[in-house]
C-alpha cells in the first residue's frame, strides 16, 4: 500500500518536469539573429497566454536612433505549435507581420523555431555579446569587445585575438577574400556564435 502511494506523486513529478523540460520557458527574453532587414527584438512569454514583443532603444554615439517599443502579443498552443495573436499591435510593422503568421515549435534547451519563416529564438543568456567573431577558412576566433558603455552599446577595441593575429600574418592577402555574415546565414553556418554576424576570411576559390 505504501509503494503504491509513493508512486503516485512520483508520476505526477516526473509528468510536470517533462513538461518544463519540454516548453518554451517564461519571463526569459528569446532573441534571433539580426541582420540588415530584421531589427533586435525579444519575445518574453510572460504567462501561458502573454507575450511581450520587444524593441530595445538604439544608440549611434549619443544620438538617440530609435526609442524601441513593446507590445503585449496573445499566443496559443495547438499540437505543440505556438500561435500568436498580435491584437491591436501595428500591422504594417514587419516584424509582427511575420509573427502573425508564424508557427513555433521547441527544438531544444532554451531554443525555439519559426517552421514557417525558418527563424530560430535562443535565450538571449546563451549569445554572446562580448566578442566580435571572425572565421578563418572555418576556424573560428573570438576578439573581445572593451566595455558596454552607458547607452547600451557595445564599444569594439579593436584589438585582435592573437592567435588570429599570427593567423594572418601567415597568410597572402591576395589570396584572400572577406565576407560579412549576418542573420540566419551566418546562424546556421556557426550557431550561437552567429548570432551577431561573423566576419569571414577565406581563401578565394
Given at each position: 500500500m505504501l509503494i503504491g502511494e509513493v508512486k503516485i506523486p512520483?508520476?505526477?513529478?516526473?509528468?510536470?518536469?517533462?513538461?518544463?523540460?519540454?516548453?518554451?520557458?517564461?519571463?526569459?527574453?528569446?532573441?534571433t539573429a539580426t541582420d540588415s532587414t530584421e531589427r533586435l527584438h525579444y519575445l518574453v512569454f510572460v504567462d501561458n497566454s502573454r507575450c511581450r514583443l520587444i524593441f530595445p532603444a538604439r544608440n549611434h554615439g549619443d544620438a538617440m536612433v530609435s526609442s524601441g517599443g513593446e507590445y503585449e502579443l496573445?499566443?496559443?498552443?495547438?499540437?505543440?505549435?505556438?500561435?500568436?495573436?498580435?491584437?491591436?499591435?501595428?500591422?504594417?510593422?514587419?516584424?509582427?507581420?511575420?509573427?502573425?503568421?508564424?508557427g513555433f515549435v521547441v527544438i531544444g534547451k532554451g531554443r525555439i523555431f519559426d517552421t514557417?519563416?525558418?527563424?530560430?529564438?535562443?535565450?538571449?543568456?546563451l549569445v554572446n555579446d562580448r566578442h566580435d567573431i571572425y572565421a578563418v577558412d572555418g576556424e573560428v576566433f573570438r576578439t573581445r569587445r572593451s566595455k558596454v558603455d552607458a547607452y547600451g552599446i557595445l564599444r569594439r577595441s579593436y584589438?585582435?585575438?592573437?592567435?588570429?593575429?599570427?593567423?594572418?600574418?601567415?597568410?597572402?592577402?591576395?589570396?584572400?577574400?572577406?565576407?560579412?555574415?549576418?542573420g540566419k546565414t551566418a546562424f546556421e553556418k556557426y550557431g550561437l556564435d552567429g548570432m551577431n554576424g561573423v566576419i569571414e576570411i577565406e581563401e578565394k576559390k
Amino acid at each position: 500500500m505504501l509503494i503504491g502511494e509513493v508512486k503516485i506523486p512520483l508520476a505526477l513529478f516526473l509528468i510536470f518536469l517533462a513538461d518544463c523540460a519540454c516548453g518554451q520557458r517564461l519571463n526569459v527574453r528569446y532573441r534571433t539573429a539580426t541582420d540588415s532587414t530584421e531589427r533586435l527584438h525579444y519575445l518574453v512569454f510572460v504567462d501561458n497566454s502573454r507575450c511581450r514583443l520587444i524593441f530595445p532603444a538604439r544608440n549611434h554615439g549619443d544620438a538617440m536612433v530609435s526609442s524601441g517599443g513593446e507590445y503585449e502579443l496573445k499566443y496559443s498552443i495547438h499540437n505543440d505549435t505556438i500561435t500568436f495573436d498580435v491584437g491591436n499591435a501595428p500591422s504594417d510593422h514587419k516584424t509582427i507581420r511575420r509573427l502573425k503568421k508564424s508557427g513555433f515549435v521547441v527544438i531544444g534547451k532554451g531554443r525555439i523555431f519559426d517552421t514557417v519563416s525558418g527563424y530560430t529564438y535562443v535565450d538571449s543568456r546563451l549569445v554572446n555579446d562580448r566578442h566580435d567573431i571572425y572565421a578563418v577558412d572555418g576556424e573560428v576566433f573570438r576578439t573581445r569587445r572593451s566595455k558596454v558603455d552607458a547607452y547600451g552599446i557595445l564599444r569594439r577595441s579593436y584589438r585582435i585575438n592573437l592567435r588570429l593575429r599570427k593567423r594572418i600574418k601567415k597568410m597572402n592577402v591576395e589570396e584572400y577574400q572577406v565576407n560579412f555574415l549576418r542573420g540566419k546565414t551566418a546562424f546556421e553556418k556557426y550557431g550561437l556564435d552567429g548570432m551577431n554576424g561573423v566576419i569571414e576570411i577565406e581563401e578565394k576559390k
